[in-house]
């Protein structure tokens, strides 16, 4: 293995240590299994030469890295029902849109020269409504 690809992989590594120190922060039990899992597949793959594959690793572990400090949110109970968050500024966020129940959901609309009144010329429609209609009774 170059110097090179040996420097990426140890970056890569420190990187995610780093990683989940800042997003397990303060939760022992999470600290410990990231350092675990982080160590054994390094070790796993410690004797890896081919170099396409070194590089597919290096990417992997910043993918890891991404979506580690972009979608852990850490929750701390703090009484019944409470919970305390900790979102950092990494944290992806979207918007909120607010359920209405009244809302009314329009069927999609006909395509033009579409001349079938459903899926398969009706037939199922017509046993599932008579499958109901004779449960109904």
Known sequence: MSQSV?????NAFKKLHRTR???????ERALL???QKINESFQQNRNESNAEEIQKMIQLAADVDHELRTNIIQAQKKQD?????RITPEITRLDN?????DAVIEPPRRRKGDKTTECCGGAAMAALEADGNSRKK
């Open 6 to 10: 040996r420097r990426q992989v140890l």
């Open 21 to 27: 120190q800042y997003v397990f922060h303060g939760d």
């Open 33 to 35: 299994a990231g350092r």
């Open 81 to 85: 029902d409470v919970y305390e968050l």
């Open 97 to 101: 849109v607010v359920f209405n129940p």
